[in-house]
């Protein structure tokens, strides 16, 4: 991806057959977390094809938690057999709740959850993506010893947990960039709760119109991408990175020499819902 710098890829979505990628770092100490509690149901919140419901999902049958999934949409209700993600999770033993879109953006309202308690009984909370400090911590291990060679750190961006984990680790001369794959400039915010560094910054270029929004280009490069590295990206978060940095890196925006590290978070199990979505509007496939 460029005579001049050097990019590698750590393939975390190679760490776990199901709580794959950032997933199994975002959880493990929110999974120690609920244990200590003696908690035995886990309750988090998602959209049709998350990969953090078909990772708690699948944290509930390995580790013998129940799980309950509340999922934005009321017509999905109907369509489980329809929707590879919700499919997996139903399979894994999660119970699912169906709330409207409208009730959804309730879900961290204290009225909210005291009716889920009311409804489910104790359970643990795990946020909608999987945010909150002890999924910083987890993520703070996505780097090792030797990474201070690199210097770039690129990571895809959804609810900033991820990207906090990794600026908390990194060194100060190395610089954190973030490909949010959302619209809007909330994120800048969110990140800052969980660190005080400053070597940080969002690319907010490469979202294509929004979260999961895609188009024949993207699609173009991630299967390209795919031929050429075999390497698989999912067109929600990793696709769109990796075609940031290829197209920074025409820019010139990196220095020349630069050793860029980037982090594959997963979300493979997405491909086959969005396929699903790109057929019925005759869009090229992800192969």
């Known amino acids: 991806m460029g005579a001049v710098n050097q990019v590698f890829v750590r393939k975390t979505y190679l760490n776990h057959a199901f709580i794959s990628g950032n997933k199994l770092y975002k959880l493990k100490y929110n999974i120690q977390e609920a244990k200590n509690q003696n908690k035995t149901t886990l309750l988090t919140f998602g959209g049709a094809f998350s990969n953090h419901i078909a990772a708690v999902a699948a944290v509930g049958k390995e580790y013998g938690f129940h799980t309950i999934g509340v999922i934005r949409g009321e017509e999905l209700q109907d369509k489980i057999g329809e ?66 060679v ?3 750190i690129c990571c895809p961006v959804g609810t900033g947990g991820t990207i906090s984990g990794i600026i908390k680790a990194s060194l100060s001369h190395q610089k954190i960039l973030g490909f949010p794959a959302l619209k809007g400039d909330f994120l800048q915010e969110e990140i800052s709760k969980f660190t005080t560094k400053t070597n940080w910054e969002l690319v907010t270029d490469y979202h294509f119109g929004g979260y999961a929004k895609v188009n024949a280009e993207l699609i173009a490069f991630i299967n390209q991408f795919k031929k050429q590295n075999n390497i698989p990206l999912d067109p929600v978060y990793t696709g769109k990175m990796l075609f940031g940095i290829r197209d920074l890196m025409t820019k010139g925006f990196f220095p020349k020499h630069s050793k860029i590290l980037v982090i594959h978070t997963g979300g493979l199990q997405g491909i086959q819902g969005m396929n699903t979505v790109l057929k019925k509007k005759n869009l090229p496939l992800i192969q």
Do not use: W
């Not at 919700?86 to 009225?111: C, I, N, P, W």
């Not at 795990?126 to 703070?140: D, F, R, S």
């Open 150 to 152: 690199y210097d770039y």
């Open 83 to 148: 929707n590879p993600t919700l499919s997996f999770a139903k399979e894994q033993g999660m119970q699912f709740h169906f709330v409207s879109r409208e009730a959804f953006r309730s879900k961290t309202t204290d009225y909210f959850i005291e009716d889920l308690k009311k409804e489910f009984g104790d359970f643990y909370l795990i946020p909608e993506g999987g945010t909150n400090a002890l999924a910083v911590k987890g993520c703070k291990e996505i780097l090792e010893e030797g990474d201070q």
